[in-house]
C-alpha cells in the first residue's frame, strides 16, 4: 500500500463517521442501538402486564417479541406494548 491509497482510505473512512446517524451514536436525547435492552415475552397472561409496566418503565428496554397460543392474549399484550414504547419516543 502506497501513502496515497492509504490517505484517501482514511479520508473515506473518516467521511463515513461523519456520516452515520446521532441516534446510532448515541448522545445526549438518543439512546445507541447497543445501549437498548431487547425483550421477548412468551405466554402472555395476567403476570405479563405487571413485567410490561415494571420493566418497561426502563427507558432502555424495547418489548421486540412476544408469543402465545391465544391470538386475543398476544393481540392485547401487543396493543400494551406499543403503548409503552410510545411513551419512551
Do not use: W
Not at 451514536?25 to 402472555?44: H, P
Not at 405487571?50 to 418503565?57: E, P, V
Amino acid at each position: 500500500m502506497n501513502r496515497r491509497n492509504f490517505i484517501g482510505k482514511t479520508a473515506i473512512g473518516a467521511a463515513a463517521v461523519t456520516v452515520i446517524p446521532r441516534h446510532v451514536l448515541g448522545g445526549n436525547g438518543f439512546i445507541a442501538a447497543s445501549d437498548k435492552i431487547n425483550l421477548g415475552y412468551i405466554g402472555n397472561g395476567k403476570q405479563v402486564y405487571t413485567l410490561l409496566n415494571s420493566i418497561g418503565a426502563c427507558k432502555e428496554t424495547v418489548a421486540v417479541a412476544a408469543s402465545d397460543v391465544y391470538k386475543r392474549k398476544l393481540d392485547m399484550f401487543v396493543v400494551a406494548a406499543k403503548r409503552i414504547t410510545a411513551t419512551k419516543v
